[in-house]
C-alpha cells in the first residue's frame, strides 16, 4: 500500500509507514521428529499444517493487508505462505522465493535427533553451531545420506 494509506490495525511502529511481518512456518517431520533439518524439504505435518491455518486467521482478524510475501525455496516455508494467504484472502499478492531465505545448512548435523548431538558434542558447543553466524556446524561429509 502506498505511504499515505491507514492501516487499520495497530503496530509499536510509529516511526514509519512501513510494517515487516515475520513468520515461521509450521511444524515440519522432522520438526516433529527433533531432527536437525537445515536444507533438507521435509513437509509441513497435519499439525504444521494447522499451524499455518490459524496464524491466517489470526492475521486475518488483525485486518493486516500485505503488498508481498518473501519466503524460502524449502516447501514447508512455501505451504505455510500459501495456507496463510488463503485463509487471510490474500492468495493475489505477488511471493517472492529465494534460495537466500533457506534455513542455514546444518551440514553433517543434518537428519541427527538435537538431543543426541547435546549429549555427544554438549550443550554449548550445540548451541553454537545452531546460533552464532561465525561458528557454523561441521561441513557435511561428501558420502553423507541427505
Known amino acids: ?7 487499520p490495525f495497530t503496530s509499536i511502529n510509529s516511526s514509519t509507514p512501513y510494517q ?3 513468520l515461521r512456518h509450521g511444524q ?3 520438526n516433529r521428529d527433533n531432527r536437525f533439518i537445515g536444507w533438507t524439504d ?12 490459524v496464524a491466517g486467521q489470526m492475521l486475518r482478524k488483525s485486518r493486516v493487508l500485505f503488498d508481498e510475501v518473501h519466503t524460502s ?4 516455508s512455501i505451504r505455510t505462505t500459501n495456507l496463510v494467504l488463503m ?3 490474500q492468495e493475489y499478492i505477488p511471493v517472492h ?3 537466500r531465505l533457506n534455513e542455514r545448512s546444518y551440514g553433517d548435523l543434518v537428519g541427527m535427533n538435537k538431543k543426541e548431538v547435546v549429549m555427544e558434542h554438549g550443550a554449548d558447543q550445540v548451541k553454537r553451531w545452531r546460533r552464532s553466524y ?6 557435511m561429509r561428501d558420502d553423507h545420506r541427505y
Open 97 to 99: 522465493k529465494s534460495w
Open 20 to 22: 515487516l511481518c515475520f
Open 87 to 89: 485463509e487471510t484472502g
Open 42 to 53: 521435509t513437509p509441513l505435518t497435519e499439525h504444521g499444517v494447522l499451524e499455518a491455518r
Open 1 to 7: 500500500g502506498s505511504a499515505g494509506t491507514r492501516r
Open 73 to 76: 525455496m524449502l516447501r514447508r
Open 28 to 30: 515440519s517431520t522432522w
Open 134 to 139: 561465525d561458528e557454523p556446524p561441521p561441513p
